[in-house]
């Protein structure tokens, strides 16, 4: 198993794990009296731009405000930071608090130490959490318990260029609210301008798990129940097949599933539906181009969409006490009004604490300069939390299931025999866990 061969490898070299290790938690300090210095690995330190500059504004806001905590910052990118976090705890070097994506949320809480806030900050995380988005814990949820607070996020959105809907004869105030209607214009635009009508951001090597999940999800289904995978089963196939009629109608794109951002920012694709967290790079290449327009997630029928979250959370890993205290401080800080006024207006994820959005403070006079942001604060009402896998093999069948939407989508073969098949073999893989 490599959580045992994992563990080995810690306890030669030192490293303590929390959790289910079997370790006895540590009770945090009350409050940092003297100096400490706490590592934060953070993979929007890793990216060029808006969300290198955010991060270090909020990391120099906290020291600024919290004198005696000094954070040490480790910057590697998001399909990196996992590994890094691992290597350095072997290396018996401290990992205080981490961000991770939500893939590894139960990978962090069940093999690899992080710590339940329940058990360290209990009313301090209940009055925390007060003005928490509907969900908002739970996104980071396992067992009942909160391993992951909620950072940087996100839901799908349906990007619109607004120009090739005026060159389609389409009106873009009156952007497809369900999947006949994106089926009907995504033929629209390819027939008319010869451009690609439509692409959701659900395939990529990387990401997209959660794009895939919220369509899942937006006609009833789940990609897991407990242990056993339920990708294949009818409302998930029903969900997946829907998008292989968009193919073969035309209406959606055969594009490099890792370059739609590229063909959206190009002026080259009418519908895109992907996260928010690129919204100023794609203003930025709109601007002198196209028209660019935000609408929520598309629906089946009159069903309620179900979108899931993108991002990631943050996650503490310290055992010793004041370095505790210290990590919390800086946890909250991060999920504060004041942190999440930075986060969304510099980067373009979901504010956790939607009252911030009309009060003067903070995003009020943001929002109102740009309205179109509205269509994704209003799917937070409905935000339902990113199913993610256990066990040691967690990554492999995920990375099935994604494979397998992948053939299914754009392959040749009934896209429900192929999830079918996939699920079967990557059943095997979940009974190890």
Aim: no cysteine; aromatic share 8%; proline share 6%.
């Amino acid at each position: 198993m490599l959580r045992r061969q994992f563990l080995t490898l810690a306890l030669s070299t030192g490293l303590l794990l929390a959790g289910p290790a079997g370790i006895a938690h540590a009770e945090m300090a009350e409050k940092v009296t003297e100096p400490v210095t706490i590592s934060f690995y953070n993979y929007n330190l890793a990216s060029a731009g808006l969300g290198r500059e955010a991060t270090l504004e909020l990391i120099a806001a906290f020291e600024e405000a919290n004198p005696m905590i000094k954070v040490e910052a480790i910057g590697a990118p998001s399909n990196e930071i996992l590994s890094r976090v691992q290597a350095d705890m072997v290396a018996g070097q401290d990992v205080d608090v981490a961000q991770l994506v939500f893939r590894d949320l139960i990978y962090a809480a069940q093999e690899l130490g992080a710590q339940p806030l329940e058990d360290l900050a209990g009313e301090e995380l209940v009055e925390h959490a007060k003005g928490f988005v509907p969900n908002g814990l739970s996104l980071g949820e396992v067992d009942g318990k909160t391993y992951g607070l909620a950072y940087v996020f996100s839901t799908p959105i349906m990007f619109i260029n607004r120009t090739l809907f005026e060159q389609a004869g389409l009106d873009p105030n009156q952007p497809p609210r369900t999947w006949d209607d994106v089926k009907i214009a995504g033929k629209a635009i390819a027939e008319k301008t010869g451009k690609h009508g439509f692409f959701p951001g659900a395939y990529g090597p990387t990401d997209g798990t959660f794009v895939y999940q919220s369509i899942v999800m937006s006609n009833g289904g789940k990609v897991r129940d407990g242990n056993t995978l339920t990708f294949a089963e009818k409302d998930q196939a029903d969900a997946v097949a829907m998008l292989r009629d968009l193919v073969d109608s035309g209406a959606h794109a055969r594009i490099d599933v890792a370059s739609p951002v590229d063909t959206f920012q190009s002026g080259n694709l009418g519908m895109f539906l992907y996260t928010t967290a690129v919204l100023s790079r794609l203003e930025d290449s709109a601007r002198d181009n196209f028209e660019l327009g935000l609408a929520p997630m598309p629906s089946f029928g009159d069903k309620p969409t179900a979108p899931t979250n993108s991002g990631s959370a943050v996650f503490m890993f310290s055992q010793d006490p004041v370095k505790q205290r210290a990590a919390w401080e800086l946890m909250k800080f991060l999920t504060s009004d004041e942190a999440y006024t930075v986060i969304t207006s510099k980067i373009g994820y979901l504010p956790l604490r939607p009252g911030i959005v009309d009060d003067p403070r903070y995003l009020k006079d943001w929002i109102a300069e740009n309205p179109k942001y509205r269509a994704n604060l209003q799917q937070l009402e409905r935000l339902t939390p990113n199913i993610a896998f256990g066990g040691p093999n967690y990554r492999q069948v995920e990375n099935m299931m994604k494979d397998a939407v992948n053939e299914a989508v754009f392959g040749k073969e009934d896209p429900r025999e192929v999830l079918r098949k996939a699920q079967e073999q990557a059943q095997a893989l979940m009974s190890t866990n």
